[in-house]
């Protein structure tokens, strides 16, 4: 995490290791329970659009069910509005615009699932950010981070 560019108070808010005070630099925890593998190369057409779609839905629901996984973790731990964080971020991937346009991209055989999923994901972020609601706008970030 980067130190803040003025003097000015930081809060953030996160679930204790152990009991009493501490303090020190924030570091950002990762599970290590999610696995990636190497993006195919842009530049490569895929060579079975239904594979890759049916390899796209897989990818979703993983995630999916990764992230509910994670919002009973976290809401156990941290409190229910915590939890519900990921929940949403969930609900998200399963969003039938997304499916729908990496279903889209995918049928073009142009892209790969990967690739389809992010230029999916990152359309409708860009739709929300351009909405006037600012809690819409914030939306954008989310549906970035689940994807």
């Not at 351009?130 to 954008?140: E, H, I, N």
């Amino acid at each position: 995490m980067d130190a803040p560019q003025s003097d000015a108070a930081v809060t953030l808010r996160g679930v204790a290791a152990s009991p009493g005070v501490a303090l020190g630099p924030a570091l950002r925890y990762t599970s290590g329970l999610a696995t990636t593998t190497p993006a195919p190369s842009a530049s490569a057409a895929p060579a079975d659009p239904a594979e890759e779609q049916r390899q796209a839905r897989a990818a979703l629901a993983t995630a999916a069910a990764e992230l509910r996984a994670l919002a009973q973790a976290v809401g156990k731990r941290a409190g229910a509005d915590e939890g519900e964080i990921f929940e949403a971020q969930a609900m998200m991937l399963e969003d039938p615009t997304i499916l729908d346009r990496v279903d889209e991209l995918l049928a073009a055989g142009q892209i790969g699932a990967g690739a389809a999923l992010r230029q999916a994901g990152e359309e409708q972020a860009a739709e929300l950010a351009a909405l006037p609601d600012p809690l819409w706008q914030g939306r954008a970030a989310d549906v970035r981070d689940a994807i």
